[in-house]
């Protein structure tokens, strides 16, 4: 073999190992490529599963896994909500505490004259200090959710009143002036005649807001003398009360 021949082998073999390392640099050996593809393998389940696919119940859809054939299961016996416990029968109904198998006490009629009470299980008082900043809250939500009927003095002559809609009973009323407090919170929470429950717009706490706020509408609106005297005050109420005419002020 001539060296002119040599030399051309030679560089046809250089050739071929560089072709060799770069095809290896370039594609990874198998003992690389497997790891990688069994981790795929173990992934691709997951990203391909969609979660509404998932197995589960359907409220209201029927079932045969429980007995009742309902997917829907109801509350354990003797289950209360986070913060409806509501113990405190006075603050949350309005009602005087009666003993277990206690029936409502029907309505008397005192001696000598005075009016009967109307209301003999609604409580006589608030369940609680009434303090400054309370009325104030009153007093906010009486405009948004009481004037519009009752008045921004209480006298039942709201905007809608005005407007041709049926009077609403006025605060200023003897009968309202000695009802307890216990009869407003009724009818904030139930209704009362032409009005609707506000239960579901009114807090409780927010009810017994308004209530005092209400008091304080009653006192501003007795005679001069009687609202300031000394023994005037929201929980109370004057025996012989006198309204000022109606009308916003």
């Not at 071929?16 to 593809?37: D, G, T």
């Not at 948004?144 to 609403?168: E, K, P, Q, W, Y």
């Not at 501003?220 to 004057?238: L, T, W």
């Amino acid at each position: 073999m001539s060296k002119s021949e040599k030399t051309g082998a030679g560089a046809v073999f250089r050739s071929r190992n560089r072709l060799k390392e770069q095809a290896e640099h370039r594609f990874p050996s198998c003992s690389c490529i497997l790891p990688l593809l069994l981790v795929l393998l173990f992934l691709a389940p997951g990203c391909r599963r969609d979660m509404q696919d998932q197995p589960k119940m359907k409220p209201y859809r029927g079932t045969s896994f429980f007995g009742d054939a309902t997917s829907m299961r109801q509350p354990i016996d003797g289950t209360i909500a986070r913060g409806q416990l509501k113990t405190d029968t006075e603050y949350y109904t309005g009602k005087k505490t009666r003993a277990a198998g206690a029936t409502a006490t029907p309505a008397t009629q005192p001696a000598g004259g005075a009016p009967a009470n109307t209301y003999p299980d609604d409580v006589d008082t608030f369940p609680f200090v009434v303090t400054k900043e309370i009325v104030d809250r009153g007093r906010e939500r009486y405009d948004i959710f009481c004037s519009a009927c009752h008045g921004l003095t209480g006298n039942g002559d709201g905007m809608i009143v005005r407007r041709g809609f049926r009077r609403a009973a006025s605060f200023n009323d003897d009968r309202l002036r000695q009802a307890p407090v216990g009869h407003f919170f009724d009818a904030i929470t139930n209704g009362w005649g032409a009005m609707p429950s506000y239960a579901t717009q009114i807090p409780v706490q927010d009810r017994w807001a308004i209530i005092t706020y209400i008091r304080a509408l009653q006192l501003s609106q007795q005679n001069p003398a009687a609202s300031a005297s000394p023994a005037a005050s929201i929980s109370g109420a004057s025996p012989t009360p006198t309204p000022t005419s109606g009308g916003h002020r």
